[in-house]
C-alpha cells in the first residue's frame, strides 16, 4: 500500500517537472525583437529582462548615455547588463 503512494507521488512530481519546461521561466524567442527606439524588427537586439530592447545601429547613438565600457543601464529598470 505505500508503494502504491509513493509511486503516485513520483508521477505527480513527474508532471509538475514536465508542466515547468512547458512554460520555461527564459525561453528564448527566435526573431520576435524589436528596437524600442527605431520600432523597427530586427533579427537581433541587445535585450533587458524587463522587455527593453535596442538594436546595434541605436546602441552605437545613444552609447554615451546608457553605457560605460562592457556593460549597459537599460534605461527602463536600470539593470546593469552585459553588452
Known amino acids: 500500500m505505500n508503494l502504491h503512494k509513493e509511486d503516485e ?6 508532471e509538475k ?3 515547468k519546461t512547458e512554460s520555461g521561466y527564459r525561453r528564448k524567442k527566435l526573431g520576435e525583437y524589436q528596437c524600442h527606439c ?3 524588427k ?3 537586439c541587445l535585450s533587458c529582462p524587463c522587455g527593453f530592447m535596442i538594436c546595434e ?3 552605437q547613438e545613444n552609447l554615451w548615455g546608457i553605457s560605460n565600457g562592457p ?3 537599460c534605461p527602463d529598470c536600470e ?5
Open 9 to 14: 507521488k513520483i508521477g505527480e512530481s513527474a
Open 17 to 19: 517537472s514536465e508542466k
Open 38 to 40: 527605431c520600432k523597427e
Open 42 to 44: 530586427k533579427p537581433y
Open 57 to 59: 545601429k541605436c546602441f
Open 71 to 73: 556593460t549597459w543601464i
Open 79 to 83: 539593470r546593469i547588463r552585459m553588452t
